[in-house]
């Protein structure tokens, strides 16, 4: 099975385009650009050449992946999110080489509205609030909210809160899967059942 693109969307001679992965209106997948299978590019995406995406990534309207970012499996990039790939970006100076990468791990949810500065790791199963700054990388199954971002909580990998301290010890089992989740200092552990 092939990709489904629709007749308005532009995708350069070159590019990657993974089976099932369906490209909607006015969308433009540059020409180096690797995407996975079972992925959803909303209306008015970009995808510039030095991007990875994996598979069942959900990228929604008008949001800009730009080159050295790379979203790892199953990332949810909510409408009009931002990625950044110059740290400090001037129109007169070209940067070009000084681009950042950015890694968003599996699981992963960026909220809409949300910005991720470059250079920045988010880790596994992490969720960024919509309207967030991110800044600094993000561990693992945290919580992101405010600008900057801060950590105000955790969430399951299936998508709920978890209710325990930012730190300390304490475990969680999610109602929904029956996976374990344990805090150790300020870090998450998960046990899937």
């Known amino acids: 099975m092939t990709a489904q693109i629709h007749p308005t969307a532009i995708v350069d001679e070159g590019a990657d385009v993974g089976d099932r992965t369906r490209i909607w209106h006015w969308t433009h997948v540059s020409g180096g650009a690797r ?42 990039c909510g409408p009009s999110m931002v990625f950044t790939n110059v740290y400090n970006p001037r129109s007169a100076v070209s940067r070009r080489n000084e681009y950042r990468d950015t890694l968003i791990k599996r699981g992963a949810t960026l909220g809409a509205n949300c910005t991720i500065v470059c250079g920045v790791t988010i880790g596994e ?39 325990l301290p930012l730190q300390g010890v304490g475990s969680h089992i999610c109602p ?15 046990r899937p059942r």
């Open 35 to 76: 995407i996975g299978a079972d992925c959803s590019l909303g209306q008015n995406v970009f995808v510039a050449d030095r991007v990875v995406i994996g598979d069942n990534c959900k990228i929604q309207n008008n949001v800009s992946v730009y080159d050295n970012v790379t979203l790892e499996d199953d990332v949810f």
């Open 125 to 163: 199963h992490a969720f960024v609030a919509a309207g967030a700054v991110v800044r600094e990388d993000v561990k693992a199954f945290a919580l992101m909210a405010g600008v900057p971002a801060r950590q105000i909580g955790w969430m399951s990998a299936f998508g709920n809160r978890i209710e």
């Open 176 to 190: 929904d899967t029956g996976d374990r989740y344990t805090l150790h200092g300020d870090h998450l552990e998960h």
